[in-house]
């Protein structure tokens, strides 16, 4: 009897390893994708589903402007049927190895390259703004180009592509939907922002909101703000009257708890989500859940 029960529980096991070998070699048969920010990685996770197998690079919390990836992330660049980059300056820190896989001949969507592109300011035309994500339809114009990117892949399965597209495009329409209600009841005279660095300039684009103003310069957050721009910031908050300033999440608010203090007002300090998702429970697990989030917080802070 109890040789009989190990000879089972040997065959058990036998049949196990030969399940998990053939669900490795299935893996590793799908194309490969490989993107470079969170934000672009569920958007891309949704449009691809099974078709391919998805590694993103950028952790939950992650700055996209400064993080940084290992020898072994870094080769998986050079082994991916498609690269996926947010493009116009963002990743700062992964640009040498994003350089390195398209001269390699790895075939690249940089999401940047299918919109149409805002710069920081008027006084900064040359500098554009990478932070398109904030702007559902600009989403759904990537989410477009990005399905013809895919479904060029060999070995992918193009319906699947599609109709994830299609499922996705609906539910980014939603949003929109959402977004447009929830800051109609937003008061013109309230309708400003001012955050960490220049992040909203596309969402005050879509939704009619008036920049006030940064307290980095810039669009990275690896700049550092004078004391000039700190006290030109503050006389702006001062002389707008905006009851609220948002700081990042993955940014530290001691420059925008300073700023408050410095404009001598009655400011509330708001944390939105910003340039990264959240680890699942914290608040901004996708990207639809991150803009819902978003959208409720501006919206409070700002109504009166």
Partial sequence: MMRRTILVGAALAGMLALAGCGSTSEDEDRPTVVVTTNILGDVVENVVGDAAEVTTLMKPDADPHSFEISAQEASLLSRADLVVSNGLGLEEGLQQHLDRAADAGVDTFVAGNTIDVLAYSEENEGTPDPHFWTDPTRMRDVV?????????????????????????????????????????????????????????????????????????????????????????????????????????????????????????????????????????????????????????????????
Avoid: C, W
């Fill in 144 to 304: 477009d180009a990005l399905a013809d990117a895919l479904v060029s892949i060999d070995g992918i399965d193009k319906r699947a592509i599609d109709e994830n597209a299609a499922r996705y495009r609906v539910e980014l329409a939603e949003l929109e939907k959402e977004m447009t209600a929830a800051f109609d009841s937003v008061p013109a005279d309230r309708r400003s922002l001012v955050t960490n660095h220049h992040v909203f300039g596309y969402l005050a684009e879509r939704f009619d909101f008036r920049i006030v103003g940064a307290i980095i310069p810039g669009g990275t957050t690896l700049a550092s703000p004078s004391a000039s721009d700190l006290r030109e910031l503050s006389s702006a908050i001062a002389e707008s009257g905006v009851p609220a300033i948002f700081a990042e999440s993955s940014q530290p608010d001691r420059l925008v708890q300073v700023l408050a203090d410095e404009a001598g007002v009655d400011v509330d300090v708001i944390e939105l989500f910003t340039e990264s998702l959240t680890a699942p429970g914290q608040g901004a697990e996708s990207y639809l859940e991150m803009m819902r989030a978003n959208t409720e917080r501006i919206t409070a802070g700002l109504s009166p």
